[in-house]
């Protein structure tokens, strides 16, 4: 699809889509017409995780998605478990209700791992695919499914009756997001943490859907996901933080050599690079993959 104007929007706006009798929020920048680009962000993160970004790419229209439990997104009905494989389907329910027969994935952390599944599951649906420090699940053996379905039904009965932590102020839920596990700037702290919080009481506690925290039915193994990383057809991009996943597994890139056809960058920065210091790097890179002019 070729580039329309050069301007971008600094403020988004927000949409909302319906799929499998679930409400989707979403925001967006850019318009129809421009390159159709889907951006889906990590665990217990929300579409807020692509506002520093998205001013930045020019002839670009964006759908950043809340996906299904984060954000102003529905979640999922009764206490079942959060399967990365029923993301998918959503992917491609938004892009239908949008119009887009092809499109962009841009996807960070757990929303790199969907989108490397629906790029492997349509591979003529995805045309260009940019993974932000994600791109598989942790692979397992099949002779552990019956361990991980027994954990994952007790994660679910104990999430049920476990109450949701409140906050006194907004400070202190910021204070806690900012203090999380995943080391972010105060300014990137906030901005998820606007978009995945709700009042309660006279407090404030997460609008995340806690059964998030529970462990999935089933997990692939590493003959699942090179099938699908092998399915790909889209140029695909994978932007590496130093201080990111390299650092967490030891085997990252020794597993990474066995698919030659992904172009790898690595920058200087933690794991949500995109939000932080280095966007305007990662920004450079997504428009240089996507044939965009600077």
Excluded at 79 to 95: C, K, L
Aim: glycine share 8%; net charge negative; aromatic share 8%.
């Amino acid at each position: 699809m070729n580039d329309v104007g050069n301007s971008v929007d600094t403020e988004p706006r927000e949409r909302a889509f319906e799929v499998s009798g679930l409400r989707f929020a979403a925001q967006e920048w850019g318009r129809e017409g421009e390159r159709p680009v889907l951006a889906l962000h990590g665990w217990l993160d929300n579409s807020a995780s692509f506002a520093a970004l998205a001013p930045q790419l020019s002839g670009i229209h964006l759908v950043a998605l809340d996906m299904a439990g984060h954000g102003r997104s529905d979640h999922r009905p009764g206490s079942q478990p959060y399967n990365i494989w029923q993301d998918v389907g959503e992917v491609f329910g938004v892009a239908d209700q949008l119009g887009w027969e092809s499109f962009t994935l841009i996807g960070h952390s757990r929303g790199a791992i969907v989108s490397m599944l629906a790029a492997g599951t349509f591979p003529e649906r995805i045309c260009d695919l940019v993974l932000i420090d994600g791109l598989w699940p942790e692979p397992v053996v099949a002779e552990d499914a019956p361990q991980q379905l027994a954990r994952s039904i007790r994660d679910a009965t104990a999430l049920q009756h476990k109450p949701p932590p409140v906050y006194q102020s907004r400070e202190s839920i910021i204070n806690a997001r900012y203090r999380g596990r995943s080391r972010l700037s105060r300014e990137a702290a906030m901005l998820l943490t606007d978009r995945g919080m709700r009042q309660e009481g006279d407090g404030f506690t997460w609008s995340t859907d806690p059964h998030l925290m529970g462990a999935s039915a089933f997990k692939l193994t590493q003959d699942h996901i090179q099938a699908f990383i092998n399915r790909i057809a889209a140029k695909t991009l994978l932007i590496l933080a130093k201080e990111g996943l390299p650092r967490l597994f030891d085997q990252y890139q020794e597993i990474l050599a066995m698919f030659p056809h992904i172009h790898v960058e690595k920058l200087s920065g933690s794991h949500h690079l995109h939000m932080e210091a280095q966007s305007p790097q990662v920004a450079a890179l997504i428009r240089r993959h996507c044939g965009l002019s600077e």
